[in-house]
C-alpha cells in the first residue's frame, strides 16, 4: 500500500498544533503555480515530510496542492514512525537444521 493511501485520513487538522506533509506525488507535469507552493512549503522530494505550523496560510497552500501530499498529524506521524521502526528492528535469525534424522531412529 502506498503512502497516498495509507496515510490520507480524515481527521480534524484544525485542532493540531502542528502538521506533517508528505509530498507524495511527483512534480513533473504540474502547473507552475503548484510547483511554487511546494517550493514554499520546502518539499522538493518525493516521500519527504516537513513540518510546518497550523496557520490559515498553511492551511490554504495544502489546500492548493492537496492532490500532490498527504497531511498528518503529530499523532499520526509519531505512530507511523513508531510503526516504521517496529517494522525495520533487527529479527532474530531463523536456525534450520540440516542434520540428518538421528541413525537409532531408522533401524
Avoid at 29 to 47: I, V
Avoid at 65 to 93: I, Q, W
Wanted: one cysteine or more; aromatic letters at 6%.
Amino acid at each position: 500500500m502506498n503512502a497516498f493511501k495509507a496515510f490520507k485520513a480524515q481527521v480534524p487538522v484544525a485542532w493540531s498544533p502542528n502538521l506533517y506533509i508528505t509530498l507524495v506525488r511527483g512534480m513533473p507535469g504540474t502547473r507552475q503555480l503548484h510547483r511554487r507552493t511546494l517550493e514554499a512549503l520546502r518539499l522538493r522530494k518525493c516521500n519527504r515530510t516537513v513540518m510546518r505550523w497550523n496557520t490559515p496560510t498553511v492551511r490554504g497552500m495544502i489546500q492548493q496542492v492537496k492532490r500532490l501530499v498527504v497531511v498528518e498529524t503529530e499523532e499520526m506521524f509519531n505512530a507511523r514512525k513508531e510503526n516504521d521502526a517496529k517494522h525495520r528492528a533487527l529479527r532474530s535469525p531463523l536456525v534450520v537444521s540440516h542434520a540428518p534424522a538421528c541413525a537409532t531412529e531408522s533401524a
